[in-house]
């Protein structure tokens, strides 16, 4: 109970709406992209695409490059988040005098420390959750090297002694995983940025919550890009 009081009912009503629309929207793009293919699906059929061509290849120097590259990008993000959770940590330390600059911020909320300490909290298990998705995408692009590695050569396929769509799909799901993984926790950073609004106010939180699912949906499903990789 004494958590519950932490928070005026607007604050716990804008927090619900903000983690109902982040876990909604996350549902809503897998349901829909069985519908409307989306940038993942669609990108994961390049990732098919990319398989099927390391099966002919040998040596397979260049998928090991591009799996390597692949793998920077949320390795960056990781120790990104890592930074962002412990400056984070080390704003809690000064949260009078961030109170007192938010405060002085027009149409801002004034709240009390307590407050403002817990909304930096729920900003640092934003940031945890994206450094786990980060970290286990990395892992993710280790098992893709390896699966790559265990190829066996184009002349094994081509004697039929081992399947090449048995191989294809394996590795294909694999690096799909990996890029789900990596989308989890770059949704996370969209969404971070939204709980900024909260120590603003509540009404603004929400609001710009749903300015970022309107982005994130724009960018899976209408963007130019995703026109452009479609057969």
């Known amino acids: 109970m004494k958590i519950i009081s932490i928070l005026p009912w607007a604050d716990w009503l804008a927090l619900v709406c903000f983690f109902s629309l982040w876990v909604g929207y996350a549902w809503f793009s897998k349901a829909w ?29 260049l998928d090991g490059l591009i799996t390597q590259t692949l793998s920077n990008t949320p390795a960056f993000f ?3 988040s890592i930074l962002v959770i ?13 109170s007192e600059l938010m405060s002085e911020i027009p149409f801002a909320q004034a709240t009390t420390l307590l407050v403002f300490e817990f909304k930096i909290l729920v900003l640092v298990a934003i940031f945890v959750y994206s450094f786990f998705r980060f970290s286990w995408c990395m892992r993710q692009y280790t098992f893709v090297a390896l699966a790559i590695g265990s190829l066996p050569s184009p002349a ?18 694999l690096v799909g995983s990996a890029a789900e993984t990596f989308n989890d926790g770059l949704r996370a950073y969209y969404f971070s940025f939204a709980l900024l609004g909260w120590f603003v106010s ?11 699912v309107a982005i994130l949906y724009s960018r899976e499903f209408r963007s130019e890009v ?3 990789l479609k057969d």
């Open 33 to 61: 992209a069985r519908k409307r293919p989306s940038l993942l699906v669609t990108t994961n059929r390049y990732r098919r695409y990319w398989m099927e061509q390391a099966i002919e290849r040998d040596p397979r120097m």
């Open 78 to 80: 990781s120790s990104t």
């Open 86 to 98: 412990g400056a984070l940590f080390a704003l809690l330390g000064t949260t009078d005098k961030a």
């Open 156 to 173: 094994d396929f081509a004697s039929g002694k081992y399947d090449r769509r048995t191989f294809a799909d394996r590795a294909a799901a």
């Open 202 to 212: 509540p009404l603004v939180m929400v609001l710009a919550t749903m300015v970022v």
């Open 226 to 228: 995703l026109h452009i």
